[in-house]
């Protein structure tokens, strides 16, 4: 018998829709963007093909390579990136991934697209970043009716068109973000980096920048001070009158993940770049890309839930042990299933936060309300959780799941981002208690959402009344702010899962969830679920 016969192996996952997912189309339905299934499943196919894959492994593998001059010693700044790198961006473009929605009069056009970003984000999620800039840069360009005139066409195209040239000559743009300073981070109004006005209507930006995602991108949206408070900025990469804009690269960060996107240290050295909105306003100025980028690292981090999930039911179908497959034995089923439960949830409540957002778009303030706090209490959890839900999927395939081949270790070191990017854990629990002080009506489109479970689960009513009561006593609210909002985010799942979901789901979670009978890890679900069905969900 030959010694290297395989059996008890699992077959590879390929050739499947990525996009047939219960809970992605049923949320789909639910938020008004059923119209958009047939180009959703399309993408799912791509992702789920053996060439899309294959992107996505060699990008992670051969990373941007950063090259500040060429041979003779002039400055260039560029960064070379392999070329599945490009081909993952213009499959992401040409689907609407970016800026497209805000072009489409359709309702539900968010809908779509975070329904799209979510299923293509499974093949790769570091050039999602970049896709999820461009798509956030709109509404803050639009505070300056000129630019917005000039350049929101060219975002919103369809075209993925690489490469430094003068915006206005290209067929489509790419938009990136660069807030950050090494002495702040989060505290942005820390930043020392200036803006001087030239008396053309230009700035010239000096100062130093510690994250920038995506610096090969064709514009960023920056933070600098200037005469009148720190102020928001759009700077090209290329001017005009074609000349390179000084933004020099100093370094490429060497990142826990996220390997295949680039993201550097960069010089504003005397930087021309355009005021957007008045002096003194940038923060209220580029919250509003702020906003639309924590919804993407909601989907960012649900998506890889999905993909995690999926990958740990597949192999628990194929794989035996101990006499039986892996996914007949009770206490598999029970982790298979609470993976299930945590996916779903993170699904339902990041679409209908995009189902909030296109509404609030085209002028609903009460979903615009319900989006403000509802977002930053859902940014929070299901970000939070993406890490230990990646390690226990991964621990479904044992020792091959901790073997790069499997994919499992990439997506391990992916999940801890979306919870840092855009506000950290403490940032976005903060925020939440911000939109809370500020706008107090938010809290009550949060519970007009909640309450439309009402009645339907015993646990779930419970749960909201003592959430009614945590958030009447004031004291030590920020010391307690981590667990204030984990409530709330449980809360707002639940309702979602009770009134939208099939009652295995809704059952299940909320026993675990607030029947306080769920231990810590996952894999602690009550007696009596019904783990079939819920499984059956990832399969």
Request: charged share 20%.
């Amino acid at each position: 018998m030959s010694t290297h016969e395989v059996t008890n192996q699992v077959p590879p996952l390929v050739g499947h829709d990525a996009a047939d997912d219960p809970a992605l189309l049923e949320a789909l339905r639910q938020e008004g963007a059923d119209w958009a299934e047939p180009e959703l499943h399309e993408l799912g196919q791509l992702a789920g093909g053996a060439e899309a894959q294959e992107w996505g492994r060699v990008v992670n593998e051969n990373e941007p390579v950063l090259r500040t001059h060429d041979r003779y010693g002039n400055r260039i700044d560029e960064v070379d990136f392999h070329p599945y790198w490009h081909s993952l961006m213009t499959v992401a473009v040409e689907h609407g991934l970016h800026a497209a929605p805000w072009a489409d009069p359709r309702p539900g056009a968010h809908v779509a697209r975070a329904a799209k970003l979510f299923v293509w984000g499974q093949v790769d999620a570091g050039h999602t970043c970049p896709i999820s800039m461009t798509y956030a840069a709109i509404p803050a360009l639009r505070t300056n009716a000129t630019l917005a005139a000039s350049f929101e066409p060219l975002l919103a195209a369809r075209n993925y068109d690489f490469g430094l040239r003068v915006p206005g000559s290209k067929t489509g743009l790419i938009a990136g973000m660069s807030m950050t300073e090494k002495q702040g981070g989060s505290d942005v109004r820390a930043n020392t980096t200036t803006a001087t006005p030239v008396g053309d209507g230009t700035y010239r930006l000096v100062g130093h920048k510690w994250f920038t995602s995506a610096p090969m991108s064709d514009m960023f949206l920056t933070l600098a001070q200037a005469p009148g408070g720190l102020s928001c900025f759009l700077l090209p990469r290329v001017l005009p009158d074609g000349t390179r804009n000084p933004i020099r690269l100093q370094r490429l960060k060497d990142k826990l993940g996220n390997r295949s996107n680039a993201s550097a240290e960069i010089e504003y050295e005397n930087a021309i770049g355009w005021p957007l909105g008045p002096e003194g306003e940038g923060v209220r100025t580029i919250i509003q890309m702020v906003n639309n980028t924590r919804l993407d690292c909601t989907l960012g981090s649900a998506s890889g839930m999905r993909w995690g999930v999926v990958q740990a039911t597949h192999h628990a179908r194929h794989r035996q042990a101990f006499g039986a497959l892996l996914a007949d034995q009770p206490l598999m089923r029970n982790v298979l299933a609470d993976l299930v439960l945590e996916s779903e949830a993170a699904t339902v409540v990041a679409m209908r936060l995009a189902g909030a957002s296109d509404r609030a778009v085209r002028g609903d303030q009460d979903e615009e309300l319900f989006r403000r706090l509802g977002l930053a209490v859902s940014k929070y959890w299901v970000c939070k959780r993406a890490p230990a839900h990646a390690a226990e999927a991964l621990e479904c395939l044992g020792g091959n799941g901790y073997v790069e081949e499997s994919g499992m270790p990439r997506l391990y070191r992916e999940a801890p981002l979306q919870s840092i990017w855009e506000g950290s854990g403490n940032v976005a629990a903060l925020d939440a208690l911000r939109a809370m002080g500020r706008q107090p009506e938010s809290v009550e489109a949060y519970f007009t959402e909640v309450d439309k479970a009402a009645g339907a689960d015993a646990r779930l009513d419970e749960a909201v009344r003592g959430l009614r009561k945590e958030l009447a006593d004031l004291a030590d609210i920020e010391f307690r702010a981590r667990r204030l909002v984990e409530t709330m985010a449980l809360v707002l799942q639940g309702s979602l899962l009770v009134r939208h979901s099939p009652p295995a789901v809704a059952d299940a979670f909320c026993a675990s969830r607030f029947g306080g009978d769920w231990g810590s890890a996952f894999g602690t679900l009550p007696p009596g679920i019904n783990t079939g069905t819920i499984i059956a969900r990832a399969s």
